[in-house]
């Protein structure tokens, strides 16, 4: 057990001295009675973790009470000595003092000299220094549950909300070094002003990862090119072969991509990767960088590898959404689609090189995607043909393998089951604060689930999607940002008789029916195999008019059986859009669910909130019984409220399981009717974790 620090009252000491040292009176000298005992107290609220990996950080709070004079609290770290009686370094902390209830952070050492070791983060009364508290923290490493070669990928935006999408392999040596790597990295150049691709070799000099005994963890890459520098991610593991990551500050000041925020996933790669062959079904979103106009952009299809490295156009299909333009559309014949596809590097990367008929009048247009190798049916995409300012654009996604399903896929009741389904993409409606057209990422999220029966026919539909700065919700009496569709629905599909695996979706009598009515036009591409299919969703178009413009890519995973309980450990990634479309926040967390504690679920997140990294947030929430549709109601809120937390003030969330091992969730109070609206949305995944020791982890 920690005990409290205690001090000697020095100037005490040092009159009794003095005094036992002169002559003169031999009086007896009556001491005054001693002070009644103070009712002063402090704690830490809450509790810091009770383990750390090296090189993290986590932020700490305590409270004084009782402390008329409001003197706050003073910080102090103890350490353990080495094998030669030399101090060891045991951190650092951002402040040694602090008011009452002002968090700190305390960062713990890059290295240690052995496997673990415990220091103590004390916090006294600055009124009374006798008054204080010790939290014993164990720093360790484990970075040996993290060895072989990883595939990354992330997507977000920069401080001006242009899209961010990094895409890379890494090979990590178990021992918290990166040995070699490659990537590709789409940004916009505030010196060319102009959106620009660069791919690069990571260098192991600078490079490294790390693992907390929590599953937390972070990864720093270092490339050779001066407009990249240094890349910086937070992690939480999944397990040995995944994990999940978000892309955070980075860079030198002489970086234009310093304010950088984004999400997304670590996966092993399989050994040796061989060449793709066979239909990959894909989307891509982002931007048609280079062009006069700036617009959003997705894209989607079917990239057929009939025979070795081509791509005949025979079972290839594409389509593409351009802003509020929908080409071809869901009614009209799919674009052409053709290329060759190169061997794998020795790190597994491809080139893709497409050629469409995207252009105007049909005309020939070129689109390359660099495409990292997870195994024989996932590749990550990002698009590496605008190196120069003039590409197609700057887009980034995951093509799945459709295997020996491909060219299969010849009737209706080749789409059949129960499906859940998540959408990230851009609400088109004119943004308040520039008054055009809104651009920025992540202003539409959706989450939903439905069944088709193998016949056309959809059904037991329902869908959460928020549109951020859409209007259309709103009267000229009583305005409203933002519009929410909170309902259920029905439809129709079709799928594509030449085998492709593309499906088109309508989507119709939601009930409640939102303002004007809603019908988007949402496009699948099938993978078979029990493999998810990749989704591309176009602006709603009912009645010939567009209420709710947008646009947007996502994953539909099958569903297994009835929606499970949550409970257990998880990790989770989320994307959170803010201030009308002014600011993403990107980040990963641990998590717990208990549904017999209180509160029911807690956890710590790492955040990359206003472009700043913020680690180590402690939160908590509770979560409801499933509703009829089969979504958990929830609520997250920041335990140590401030205006650097994450999930602060409370947000509202609908969570959708998959199975029992993964979900989405997407938050639900962007519209609150008789409550101040918080002008937010949010989207985030999470997945079953396994503890990253046998036992004692957190």
Not at 365 to 375: A, L, S
Request: charged share 10%; proline share 7%; glycine share 12%.
């Amino acid at each position: 057990m920690a005990t409290k620090r205690w001090h000697l009252l020095s100037l005490a000491v040092t009159m009794t001295a003095l005094l036992a040292g002169c002559g003169g009176s031999t009086a007896n000298v009556q001491n005054p009675p001693p002070p009644p005992p103070s009712n002063l107290t402090i704690a830490f609220q809450p509790q810091p973790a009770a383990s750390i990996s090296v090189g993290f950080a986590e932020s700490v709070t305590a409270v004084v009470t009782n402390d008329p004079n409001n003197y706050g609290v003073d910080w102090g770290l103890t350490c353990p000595a080495d094998p030669d009686n030399k101090s060891l370094l045991c951190g650092t902390l951002s402040a040694l003092h602090s008011a009452s209830g002002t968090p700190i952070t305390y960062a713990a050492p890059s290295s240690i000299s052995a496997n673990n070791m415990t220091i103590e983060i004390v916090a006294y009364a600055t009124a009374d220094r006798n008054t204080n508290a010790v939290a014993p923290v164990t720093i360790g490493t484990f970075n040996n549950q993290f060895s072989g070669t990883f595939v990354l990928q992330a997507q977000g935006a920069d401080s001006s909300l242009n899209p961010y999408q990094f895409a890379g392999v890494i090979v990590l040596d178990g021992k918290g070094g990166i040995s070699s790597g490659e990537q590709t990295f789409n940004f916009f150049d505030p010196a060319s002003q102009g959106f620009v691709s660069r791919s690069d070799a990571i260098t192991p000099l600078g490079s490294s990862y790390f693992l907390g005994s929590d599953g937390r963890g972070a990864i720093t890459l270092q490339t050779n090119d001066a407009h990249i520098g240094t890349e910086n991610f937070s992690l939480v593991f999944i397990s040995n072969s995944q994990a999940l990551i978000a892309a955070l500050p980075t860079g030198t000041a002489n970086n234009p991509v310093l304010s950088i925020s984004g999400a997304g996933t670590m996966d092993i790669q399989a050994s040796s990767p061989a060449a793709p062959v066979g239909g990959y079904a894909f989307v891509a979103s982002g931007m048609n960088a280079g062009k006069a106009t700036l617009s959003p952009l997705a894209i989607g299809g079917v990239f057929n590898i009939d025979s070795p490295k081509t791509i005949s156009g025979t079972g290839s299909v594409a389509d593409e959404i351009l802003g509020k333009k929908v080409n071809p559309g869901t009614s009209g014949t799919p674009s052409t689609l053709s290329g060759t596809v190169t061997a794998p590097d020795q790190l597994g990367a491809v080139q893709v090189n497409l050629t469409t008929s995207f252009g105007a009048n049909g005309k020939s247009t070129p689109v390359q995607f660099t495409g990292y190798i997870v195994d024989e049916t996932h590749i990550k995409l990002i698009e590496s043909d605008d190196a120069s300012g003039a590409g197609f654009g700057l887009t980034a996604g995951l093509a799945i393998g459709q295997g020996s399903a491909t060219g299969s896929f010849t009737s209706d009741a080749s789409f059949s089951g129960t499906y859940v389904f998540d959408m990230l993409g851009t609400d088109l409606s004119i943004n308040p604060n520039t008054s055009v057209a809104n651009t920025a990422p992540a202003t539409l999220t959706s989450v939903g689930v439905m069944t088709a029966d193998g016949g056309g026919n959809l059904s037991n539909g329902f869908t959460d999607t928020f549109l951020e700065l859409n209007t259309t919700q709103g009267t000229v009496n009583q305005p409203q940002s933002g519009a929410q569709i909170s309902a259920a629905f029905a439809g129709t599909y079709s799928v594509d008789s030449s085998g492709t695996g593309r499906v088109v979706l309508t989507l119709d009598n939601f009930n409640p029916n939102p303002v004007h009515g809603y019908q988007p036009e949402f496009l699948f591409y099938l993978t078979g195999n029990g493999n998810p299919a990749l989704l591309l969703q176009a602006a709603d178009s009912d009645t010939g008019e567009t209420h709710y413009p947008s646009l947007g890519t996502g994953v539909a995973y099958p569903q297994s059986g009835a929606p499970p309980a949550l409970s257990g450990d998880y990790a989770l990634s989320f994307t959170q859009q803010s201030s009308s479309g002014s600011i993403e926040n990107d980040g990963t967390a641990q998590m717990n669910v208990n549904a017999t504690a209180t509160p029911p679920l807690s956890g710590v997140a790492d955040v990359d909130l206003n472009f700043g990294a913020v680690p180590g947030q402690p939160f908590v929430g509770t979560f409801s019984a499933p509703a009829p549709e089969g979504f958990v109601p929830g609520t997250l809120v920041a335990t140590s409220p401030t205006t650097s937390a994450v999930f602060n003030p409370q947000i509202a969330v609908d969570y959708y399981a998959i199975d029992e091992s993964h979900g989405f969730f997407v938050e639900t109070d962007l519209v609150t009717v008789g409550a101040a609206q918080n002008g937010q949305v949010s989207l985030g995944y999470y997945s079953a974790r396994s503890p990253v020791c046998a036992s004692g982890c957190p």
